[in-house]
């Protein structure tokens, strides 16, 4: 089974995903480039990848890192998203809550 980036991630778990990256910066588990920082990794929360792409109308490959959420880390990101919302900070985006309310009917 191919796990989730982080951004996907966030999306099926309801939050927005800009605010879920600001909430793992706050929580020092991501850095730079939004990659999980080694010692979350070594704990098994995350896998940094490199995944590739082919610049448009050329032959040249480039590879960029990204950083993909284990069962583990799905775990780890509810709790720091229930920490956020105790803490007073939304993270629901308006989407979320748009589809929550067409699916209500």
């Known amino acids: 089974m191919k796990r989730p980036t982080i951004r996907e991630a966030a999306h099926q778990l309801n939050v927005c995903d ?3 990256y600001d ?3 706050r929580a020092n588990v991501i850095g730079t480039n939004n990659i999980a920082l ?4 070594r704990e098994g929360f995350f896998v ?3 995944r590739g792409y082919t610049l448009r109308g050329t032959r040249v490959a ?3 890192p990204v950083s993909t959420v284990t069962a583990a880390g799905m775990s780890l990101l509810q709790e720091i998203i229930d920490a956020e919302i105790g803490a007073g900070r939304e ?3 308006s989407h979320a809550a748009h589809q929550r309310a ?3 009917g």
């Open 48 to 50: 940094n990848e490199f």
């Open 91 to 93: 993270l629901r985006s």
């Open 38 to 41: 080694p010692h979350y990794q």
């Open 102 to 104: 067409t699916r209500a």
């Open 62 to 64: 480039r590879q960029y």
């Open 18 to 20: 800009r605010k879920l």
């Open 23 to 25: 909430a793992l910066r």
